[in-house]
C-alpha cells in the first residue's frame, strides 16, 4: 500500500515565524503535491513537483516555497505565517507511469496560525 | 480556465441510492476523479472516468458525459459509514478539484 505521512497533525504557530511542513512518501512516485483545503473552496493546489528538485507552482503560490532535495519528501515552507494561512494542508503523491494517475493523500496538518 | 460545481450537501437514508452530481466547464481534461473523504481524514481515490458511460465498482458507480459536461456518482444500498465528503476532480496538466459534497446519512 502506498503510505504518505505528514511530520504532523496539528500545528499551532505564531503570525510572522517560520513554518515548514514536511511530506515523505514510500512508493517512489515522481509526483508530489502541496494543496491546502478551506470549507466551501474544496482543494486548492499551492506547489507540486514532478521530479527532484523541481518545483512548479499551483494556484496559489503567493506566501508558500518549497523544497524537493530527494524524491520521496517534499517541504511546504511558510516563510512568514499569517493568519489567512490558518488551513488543513494535504500532501500527496502520484506516479506517472499509471495511467490514472491517482493521487495518494497524506493525513494533512492542521496548521493555525494565531 | 476550469469551473467545476458540486452540491454544498446532500441528505439520504440507509438502505437507499443516492446520486451526487457534478458539473464542469473546461476547455478540455483527461479524465474525471471523485474522491471520498471522511471527516478530519486524506481524500481516497473512488473511481476514474476517461470514457463516457457508466463505470460500476461494487456499491459505487461514476457516470461521465463529456459533450454535457456532466459527471454522477451512484451510492448504492447506503450505509452509514457512507457519511462523508465526495469530491469531483479533473485531470489535465494539473489536477483540479471541486469543493465537494458533503453526505449525510441517516438510520
Known amino acids: 500500500d502506498v503510505k504518505v505521512t505528514q511530520s504532523s497533525r496539528y500545528l499551532v504557530k505564531r503570525t510572522g515565524e517560520k513554518v515548514f511542513l514536511e511530506c515523505v512518501q514510500d512508493?517512489?512516485?515522481?509526483?508530489m503535491f502541496w494543496y491546502r483545503q478551506d470549507p466551501g473552496l474544496g482543494l486548492r493546489l499551492i506547489y507540486f513537483?514532478?521530479?527532484?528538485?523541481?518545483?512548479e507552482k499551483g494556484d496559489i503560490p503567493e506566501g508558500y516555497s518549497v523544497s524537493r532535495e530527494k524524491k520521496e519528501r517534499f517541504s511546504l515552507i511558510l516563510e512568514s505565517a499569517s493568519t489567512n494561512q490558518t488551513s488543513m494542508y494535504l500532501c500527496?503523491?502520484?506516479?506517472?507511469?499509471?495511467?490514472?494517475?491517482?493521487?495518494?493523500f497524506g493525513p494533512g496538518t492542521r496548521l493555525t496560525v494565531l | 480556465g476550469q469551473n467545476i460545481d458540486q452540491p454544498t450537501e446532500m441528505t439520504a437514508t440507509e438502505g437507499a441510492i443516492v446520486q451526487i452530481n457534478c458539473t464542469y466547464q473546461?476547455?478540455?481534461?483527461?479524465?474525471l476523479f471523485w474522491y471520498q473523504q471522511h471527516a478530519g481524514e486524506a481524500p481516497t481515490f473512488l473511481s476514474y472516468?476517461?470514457?463516457?458511460g457508466l463505470e460500476e465498482k461494487g456499491r459505487f458507480s461514476s457516470f461521465l458525459s463529456r459533450s454535457k459536461g456532466y459527471s454522477y456518482l451512484l451510492l448504492k444500498e447506503l450505509q452509514m459509514k457512507d457519511s462523508a465528503s465526495y469530491l469531483c476532480?479533473?485531470?489535465?496538466?494539473?489536477?483540479?478539484f471541486g469543493a465537494g459534497t458533503r453526505l449525510f446519512v441517516k438510520a
Open positions: 500527496a503523491s502520484s506516479s506517472t507511469g499509471v495511467s490514472t494517475d491517482t493521487q495518494y
Open positions: 513537483s514532478y521530479d527532484v528538485k523541481m518545483k
Open positions: 512508493m517512489d512516485h515522481e509526483n
Open positions: 476532480a479533473l485531470r489535465g496538466f494539473k489536477t483540479i
Open positions: 472516468n476517461v470514457l463516457d
Open positions: 473546461t476547455s478540455g481534461f483527461n479524465g
